[in-house]
């Protein structure tokens, strides 16, 4: 099983920036598209953010402005920009298939946010 690698997570002050990266090759070689979801404490998994394979995006209306997904093709790398962060913005982030085109069936370990106030 490939199970995707997420990076860039770590401790930042409300108001500042992380930029996450996704390596996950599969993610470029199929028609589901790709996505970020993340997991706040004690709450489920929850839909953040999704690109298609032709470049179109949208976004949770909570990081809406915020956040900005994108991905390169040539190094197969998604990437999650996010900016302004908030103390609610504090989860694991994990990335997967764009669900609504595809499940996700293997998640990696993801990596944590943490925005202190």
């Known amino acids: 099983q490939v199970r995707p690698v997420e990076s860039g997570g770590g401790l930042v002050q409300a108001g500042g920036s992380l930029q996450l990266s996704c390596i996950e090759s599969?993610?470029?070689?199929?028609?589901?598209?790709m996505a970020w979801f993340r997991q706040p404490p004690i709450k489920q998994r929850e839909f953040v953010s999704a690109?298609?394979?032709?470049?179109?995006?949208r976004y949770a209306d909570a990081v809406k402005g915020r956040f900005t997904i994108s991905r390169d093709n040539e190094k197969k790398v998604l990437y999650l920009q996010m900016n302004n962060l908030e103390t609610d913005d504090t989860a694991v982030y994990y990335c997967?298939?764009?669900?609504?085109?595809?499940?996700?069936?293997?998640w990696g370990h993801g990596t944590q946010v943490t925005v202190s106030s």
């Open positions: 599969k993610f470029f070689d199929n028609s589901c598209g």
């Open positions: 690109i298609t394979t032709d470049g179109a995006t």
């Open positions: 997967g298939a764009d669900p609504r085109r595809c499940q996700t069936l293997d």
